[in-house]
């Protein structure tokens, strides 16, 4: 055991273990806990809550000890269907978390025409023998000694980075197969860690896959199965400090490896916050927004990443690029962030950025508003990003998620909510005569200060109110937004009975949101009905974010794989004519999600054979050896 | 000649067709007026509540792309918009249909009496009327018969409305706005008019295809049209006009529907109502006027026998299928959907092909009566021939026409000698039967100048050639293989493909051949021929067998009246070709040879137009 010191803003204890020791290692039971226990081969050491699960997480270099191998998120939660046939949530870290979901269990059923006879579990634990054995750079392993930043080739740590959260990528986890893994993992501490990481990287020909929070969608971190150089996945996890906050200007600098609930988090306790929250953001990095062009669900009052962002240093094998001023606009020839906004990985590694900050709002209010139709629904959101007063987040689902939604509902306490839930039922199918099988809900929520708040509510409420929509309730809202959070959890209850699916999205412009979205539903069920799967797929949208001039919508496509030989290929089928049909019809081939590997086979089309050149020559230029060599985007 | 492609030719012959119900047999049997007051409930696309016209009238008139030609053509003509708007309102006015169902009762009584008189049967093949049903409820449909009457669109919609399917909103000719009254009720009973021509008007191309494309986007009723674009005086499928279906197929390019069913329909007629009169049109007589004072002075027609109608229903073809790998959709990406443009030229390269596609597909479901293999060798053997023979010719050529893939009504049990008696029995009027021999009636019943005796004879080939006409699509490929056999004069493969190709294009006016389908065609030949054993196919060389001199002399001797036809028929403006004093093709004399020959021959730039 080595305790190391280091002269930090706030000052922590750092434990090494030894690689081998990792998996017995220690194992936070609640970070928001008033003490967390560890325990260490059998001894209890009591560690104090000033330490959040932040700071044992640069204690732990990774999260794959709270996390699960296999899977989404948290190995402590779960959906089950426990021994009544019900299904729960296990854990304590979500609102959801503990409860029973008296529903989910008949949606499940009759949606994929699955049954809970028939489960298809995941193989239990990583077995170790099966991972390709590391093919090391003997040479650049000593080299990376000397410059004591840590380092590891034990198979949980290579298999942990080798995937993202692809169908593909976790169907195969669960089966315990394994493709080719990254042969070493290191852990740069800061910004010079990392210079002298790719400095040896290029003097030893070796390739780097930057690693954050490994929540992409996109095959952007699956190893190139043809790499024959040794794979160096660089872990930037222990790259998770505010190194400071500037009131004045509000911004803070942060390094790039910070996870999205840390950054907030830390930010709040200084009263500010960034506002930047995608549906990962409870495991997605700094440094993988900035690499990937990312969305946050509040982007209506704080901007997307791009605008999020004040300055950026980049890592890559010709030097360190960055601007020499923080100026908030600068014309200065073609903006050298947009080369490493959207380089996926391919051009460095992100290792600090000043991003803008904002005080935390006085108030925060959800909402909900039911529609008659989808369309109507579009419409009103049409209208409402018409007259820019779109609250933070406004999201329309359609019908289907409607009813997915509410199969999450929990258990009602008493008879008097569920009498109050009935009623509500019977006044907009009954009374406003709403056909429960077309209507759709826009979930929303406000944020600032109190009184603006409830006058923009009313805006928009009235905005509905011309488009035949009408309020539904805090609760509904709330719950809208809680189903992006657990989504990821619930594919994992699927696969456990046979059921897979995955999410994709795309911005197309507002006349084409209605036409693209039937269509490309359309064509998914067109397209499992041809290739022989036997149940009718779950094919559902939302429009989850608005502009000027579009809308970004968002899929979620789900099958029954019963009867299937190859469940996996038929998913890619669909899933590459899903996309096939978007670009048809106007939308982009991705809005936040990126290119990776799994969508670069449309890249030529989408930016022209030039735009495809232009991109080439930067990154011959940046990274002539390609020592970033995920093969990502070109 | 590089035969490249991946077709492979299945056999024609193995082609799978349902059986054919009569639906006069009811109507023989029960109330004619109860049938037309039933509840009629139809099914509808995706449950969509059927559009008022009057709402649909205001949707075209309010949408962005009318909007957009109204302000662009203010601009350049200087006029106020209320003014076009008003002349696009007028236009609308004109044109737009307005069901109603107690019209559609009305012709649902009184065709039940026509037809039961006219007809013997009208046969209709209920699988297809089956899927037709699941197609309505799934895309918008567009139903695509062939035109060979003005009783198409009567029978269509008497069909549909008999099987309880959404009554179609029909395409047809300004002509028969001429007609008082009845004009009025075919509106009233789901056709829209439009005019003949109207190349250069901005304002009426776009309200006439925004008018279309409303019903058809929001799926309120299937849409019909003719491909053809008018009727075939010659029972030959004509070229297709691509105008409508260019505005169909819109729609799916510009995603506003997820795919559009195409539905070609092939409707047969034993004999054709206006048979005498088309003879009389091909040879310069002037068609009469629509009118309704006409239509009541040919109630006359109603005392005679027309045999039976067939109607197929083929199957539904799926437009984004078809486009699948040949359009690329996302070219619609950059302009906003509502401003016009010209499609691009592989648009309508494709529109093209799939237009000849459907004629095809019109075609190969047309059902042959017996009589048209008879037609065909009479004309053959303009000084009669032996009934013996004749019986067993038409029986060599049934065999022939069914390893081509004819559709030919043709029971089994049925004799050579029997189907050519009763064949011969229904057309009295063209054929004469004396001592123990068939010949065409080419004697005039009354003699009168020699020009009414030539006009008289002409008109009795032609109205025969018209049946014969009908069979020729079964045959035209492999024909084409047997004429440029015979150019060619040698057997190699490559000098024979070249004639095949000349030949091929001389007569795309003519026929029913797809520009660019040259090389599917001769393979497609070739494999017909070799496969009843006529030729044989070798990797240089095309060789005729012995067996086939007989299938080949009756193939080229079948299409010998086109061949002189175009050699002879543009001979007045062609000074170079000796005008035969001796007139023995009366074929030639038809306008509609007349018409194509001089086409081709604009076509391959042999001849030059000049305006005078």
């Known amino acids: ?634 | 000649m590089a035969s490249n492609t991946l077709y492979s030719p299945r056999d024609p012959a193995l082609k799978k067709r349902d059986d054919f119900e009569d639906i006069l047999e009811e109507r023989r049997s029960s109330s004619d007026l109860r049938y037309a007051l039933r509840c009629y409930v139809p099914v509808v696309y995706k449950g969509i509540a059927p559009c008022k016209p009057g709402v649909l009238k205001t949707a075209v008139l309010q949408s962005d792309r009318l909007r957009h030609v109204v302000a662009e053509m203010s601009k350049e003509t200087g006029e106020s918009a209320d003014v076009i708007r008003e002349e696009a309102s007028g236009i609308l006015e004109e044109m737009a249909h307005r069901l109603r169902l107690g019209t559609v009762r009305f012709f649902a009584y009184s065709l039940s009496k026509a037809f039961k008189a006219l007809f013997q049967r009208v046969r209709v093949n209920e699988d297809g009327i089956q899927r037709l049903q699941q197609s309505i409820q799934e895309h918008p449909v567009v139903l695509l018969p062939s035109h060979r009457s003005y009783m198409d669109f009567l029978i269509m919609s008497y069909i549909l409305y008999t099987y309880d399917l959404s009554l179609p909103v029909i395409a047809a000719g300004m002509d028969f706005l001429g007609m008082k009254i009845v004009g009025e009720m075919l509106r009233m009973s789901g056709a829209f008019f439009i005019r003949r021509s109207f190349g250069g008007d901005k304002l009426y191309w776009a309200v006439f295809s925004e008018y279309v494309k409303t019903m058809l986007r929001n799926g309120y009723a299937p849409i019909e049209f003719f491909l053809e674009g008018t009727r075939s005086r010659t029972c030959k499928s004509l070229t297709p006009k691509l105008g409508l279906l260019n505005i169909v197929m819109e729609p799916f390019f510009k995603g506003e529907v997820f795919d559009v069913s195409l539905v070609p329909i092939s409707i047969s007629y034993e004999r054709v109502l206006e048979e005498a009169l088309y003879a009389r049109e091909l040879l310069g007589v002037p068609k009469p006027k629509e009118s309704t004072s006409g239509l009541l002075k040919a109630r006359k027609i109603l005392s005679e026998d027309y045999g039976s109608i067939h109607v197929y229903f083929g199957h539904p073809v799926s437009l984004r299928s078809l486009a699948q790998g040949r359009i690329n959709r996302s070219q619609y990406n950059l302009l906003p959907r509502h401003i016009p443009r010209r499609p691009s030229q592989e648009t309508q390269a494709f529109v093209n092909e799939t237009a000849y596609r459907l004629v095809r597909l019109q075609e190969e479901n047309m059902v042959l009566r017996p009589w048209v293999l008879v037609a065909a060798l009479l004309l053959q053997n303009p000084d009669g021939v032996d009934m013996e023979r004749l019986v067993e010719q038409t029986s060599w050529l049934r065999g022939l026409a069914v390893s081509f893939g004819a559709f030919l009504d043709w029971p089994d049990y049925v004799s050579a000698s029997k189907a050519v008696a009763s064949s011969l029995a229904l057309h009295t009027g063209l054929v004469r039967t004396e001592g123990g021999r068939a010949q065409l009636a080419m004697e005039p019943k009354e003699p009168g100048s020699p020009e009414e005796d030539l006009f008289d004879r002409a008109a009795s080939v032609l109205s025969c050639a018209s049946y014969r006409n009908q069979i020729l699509h079964v045959f035209l490929r492999p024909a084409l293989l047997g004429m440029a056999m015979q150019m060619a004069e040698a057997s190699r493969k490559d000098d024979i493909y070249s004639c095949f190709s000349f030949l091929r294009d001389v007569f795309s006016n003519e026929f029913i051949l797809c520009p660019g389908g040259t090389v599917q065609d001769f393979d497609e030949a070739c494999y017909m021929l070799t496969k009843c054993a006529a030729v044989h196919v070798q990797k240089q060389e095309v060789v005729a067998t012995e067996k086939g001199q007989r299938i080949l002399s009756f193939l080229t001797s079948l299409f010998q009246p086109f061949l002189k036809g175009y050699q002879v028929g543009p001979a007045p403006f062609l000074e170079l070709v000796d005008y035969p004093r001796e007139l023995t093709c009366y074929e030639a004399l038809s306008s509609d040879v007349q018409k194509n020959a001089l086409a081709a021959l604009l076509r391959m730039k042999v001849v030059r137009k000049l305006k005078v």
């Not at chain 1, 809970?116 to 040479?139: C, D, G, I, R, Y």
């Not at chain 1, 959101?381 to 289907?400: G, H, T, W, Y």
């Open chain 1, 1 to 634: 055991m080595k305790f190391v010191c280091y002269s930090h803003v706030c000052v922590v204890w750092v434990l090494w273990f030894p690689p081998k020791l990792q998996s017995h290692a220690c194992v936070p039971l609640m970070y928001a806990e008033a003490m967390v226990l560890t325990a260490i081969r059998g001894e209890l050491v009591v560690i104090p809550v000033e330490w959040s699960w932040l700071t044992l997480s640069r204690v732990l270099f990774s999260r794959q000890e709270v996390m699960k191998w296999n899977g989404w998120g948290y190995s402590d939660s779960r959906f089950l269907f426990n021994k009544k046939g019900q299904a729960e949530f296990t854990g304590r870290r979500y609102r959801l978390s503990g409860m029973v979901l008296p529903s989910l269990k008949d949606w499940f059923e009759s949606t994929f025409g699955a049954s809970l006879q028939h489960k298809s579990p995941a193989t239990a634990t990583l077995n170790a023998s099966a991972v390709p054995f590391p093919s090391l750079n003997e040479a650049f392993l000593q080299d990376l000694k000397s410059t004591g930043i840590p380092f590891s080739h034990e198979a949980e740590d290579r298999v942990f980075r080798a995937h993202g959260h692809c169908l593909h990528e976790i169907f195969a986890l669960r089966e315990g197969k394994f493709g080719r893994v990254p042969d070493l993992v290191v852990w740069p501490n800061c910004h010079e860690d990392v210079v002298k990481t790719v400095d040896l990287a290029c003097r030893h020909n070796v390739c780097l896959i930057p690693y954050g929070g490994g929540t992409s969608v996109s095959s952007a971190l699956e190893c190139p199965p043809d790499e024959t150089r040794c794979i160096v996945s660089l872990d930037t996890s222990q790259m998770s400090r505010i190194l400071w906050i500037d009131e004045k200007n509000l911004t803070a600098h942060v390094e790039a490896g910070i996870v999205g609930q840390d950054l907030e988090r830390l930010l709040n306790e200084s009263g500010y916050c960034t506002g930047h929250e995608p549906d990962s953001m409870e495991f997605s990095s700094l440094g993988g927004w900035v690499a990937t062009r990312a969305s946050g669900m509040k982007k209506n009052v704080y901007g997307n990443i791009e605008d999020l962002v004040v300055h950026i240093k980049m890592v890559c094998p010709r030097g360190v690029v960055e601007k020499s001023c923080q100026g908030p606009r600068v014309s200065i020839g073609p903006d050298i962030h947009h080369f490493i906004m959207g380089s996926e990985g391919t051009l460095g590694v992100v290792t600090e950025v000043t991003i803008k900050i904002r005080p935390m709002p006085e108030y925060q209010k959800y909402g909900s508003v039911v529609f008659p139709n989808f369309e109507q629904g579009v419409a009103c959101l049409r209208e409402v990003a018409k007259q820019r007063c779109a609250p933070a987040s406004i999201r329309l689902m359609d019908n289907a998620q409607f009813q997915f939604g509410h199969a999450l509902k929990p258990q009602v306490s008493s008879i008097f909510t569920s009498f109050l839930d009935g009623l509500k039922k019977f006044y907009i199918t009954k009374f406003k005569g709403f056909d429960p099988h077309h209507l759709c809900v826009a979930t929303l929520l406000f944020e600032g200060d109190r009184e603006r708040v409830l006058q923009h509510e009313k805006q928009v409420y009235d905005i509905a109110a011309k488009f035949g929509g009408l309020a539904a309730g805090e609760d509904n809202g709330q719950r809208g937004y809680m189903l992006t959070f657990v989504i990821a959890y619930l594919r994992d209850l699927g696969m456990d009975y046979y059921v897979i699916g995955e999410s994709f999205e795309t911005s197309v412009p507002w006349d084409r949101v209605l036409d693209l979205c039937r269509n490309v539903k359309e064509r998914i069920v067109r397209e499992c009905r041809e290739r022989g799967v036997q149940f009718p797929p779950l094919a559902t949208c939302r429009v989850t974010q608005t502009y000027d001039a579009g809308a970004c919508v968002y899929f979620y496509f789900a099958f029954n794989y019963r009867g299937l030989a190859d469940p996996v290929n038929i998913y890619g089928r669909v899933e590459h004519a899903a996309r096939e049909e978007i670009l048809a019809n106007g939308g982009s081939l991705s809005h936040h999600h990126g290119v990776g590997k799994l969508r670069k086979h449309w890249m030529p089309e989408s930016i022209s054979d030039v735009g495809i050149g232009m991109l080439k020559s930067v990154k011959e230029y940046v990274d002539p050896d390609n020592i970033f060599g995920s093969r990502n985007l070109l």
